[in-house]
């Protein structure tokens, strides 16, 4: 395996819950950035949750309360826990990561997420009304 793999993706209806799972390509280092990003047609990517080596967690506004990122050492995954879906949510998700500062977390929160090395080729998740 040499890029993220995710699962999970599907239709769900308007306040439904659905959840990706991500197999990250190899352990972490001492210091990383994993995250998820999503891209809807016609529009740009865009940061929907972010978790770093210092264990700290940002989401994007419009998923706060509704999105919850987590990670499992052990089994090296990352996982989304997406609760109260909205058509908006409606898009394709790609699991990131990248490794050795933090620092890519701080600038993926920015927007600049170029700076993530290695990118799973996308699940897609249709929410219905």
């Known amino acids: 395996q040499v890029q993220p793999v995710e699962s999970g993706g599907g239709s769900v209806q308007a306040g439904g819950s659905l959840k990706l799972s991500c197999a990250l390509p190899?352990?972490?280092?001492?210091?990383?950035?994993l995250g998820w990003f999503r891209r809807a047609p016609g529009k740009e990517r865009e940061p929907v949750a972010l978790?770093?080596?210092?264990?700290?967690?940002s989401y994007a506004d419009s998923v706060k309360g509704r999105f919850t990122i987590s990670q499992d050492s052990a089994k090296n995954t990352l996982s989304l826990q997406m609760n109260n879906l909205e058509l908006q949510d409606t898009a394709t998700y790609y699991c990131?990561?990248?490794?050795?500062?933090?620092?890519?977390?701080?600038?993926?929160?920015?927007?600049?997420?170029?700076?993530?090395?290695?990118w799973g080729q996308g699940t897609q998740v249709t929410v219905s009304s």
């Open positions: 978790i770093d080596s210092d264990g700290i967690t």
């Open positions: 990131a990561s990248a490794y050795g500062s933090s620092y890519y977390c701080y600038v993926a929160r920015s927007g600049l997420s170029e700076f993530m090395a290695y």
């Open positions: 190899r352990p972490e280092d001492t210091r990383f950035c």
